[in-house]
Nanobody
Framework: QVQLVESGGGLVQAGGSLRLSCAASGRTLNIYAMGWFRQAPGKEREFVAA????????KYADSVKGRFTISRDNAKNTVYLQMNSLKPEDTAVYYC?????????????????WGQGTQVTVSS
């Protein structure tokens, strides 16, 4: 079992940037696809981005394409989410996950582990 701990959330003005990090322990990450999800108050959890085990494939939700970038450093057992041009509608708790492939993560299927989440608040 992999333990995931997110960090980097906070309060930012619209148009600003944040970089989320997800540190893993328990097992090395390089056998897993990794992903980010988010959940806003009163809404269902939704897919944000995913990256394959070697970083060669990435997937994004349409709502964040061109603004967010997912990356990973397997040597550091860490995955990142660079968020630029933030909008108030990006406000949510962001969760890190491990999964089988970027396709299964995008489908919110076969998820192995969840982090505890980190709050991102974007003010207008």
């Amino acid at each position: 079992q992999v333990q995931l701990v997110e960090s980097g959330g906070g309060l930012v003005q619209a148009g600003g940037s944040l970089r989320l990090s997800c540190a893993a322990s328990g097992r090395t990450l390089n056998i897993y696809a990794m992903g980010w999800f988010r959940q806003a108050p009163g809404k269902e959890r939704e897919f944000v981005a995913a990256i394959s085990w070697n970083g060669g494939i990435t997937k994004y939700a349409d709502s964040v394409k061109g603004r967010f970038t997912i990356s990973r450093d397997n040597a550091k057992n860490t995955v990142y989410l660079q968020m630029n041009s933030l909008k108030p509608e990006d406000t949510a708790v962001y969760y890190c996950t491990t999964g089988e492939t970027t396709d299964t993560l995008a489908a919110m299927s076969r998820i192995n582990s969840w982090g505890q989440g980190t709050q991102v608040t974007v003010s207008s």
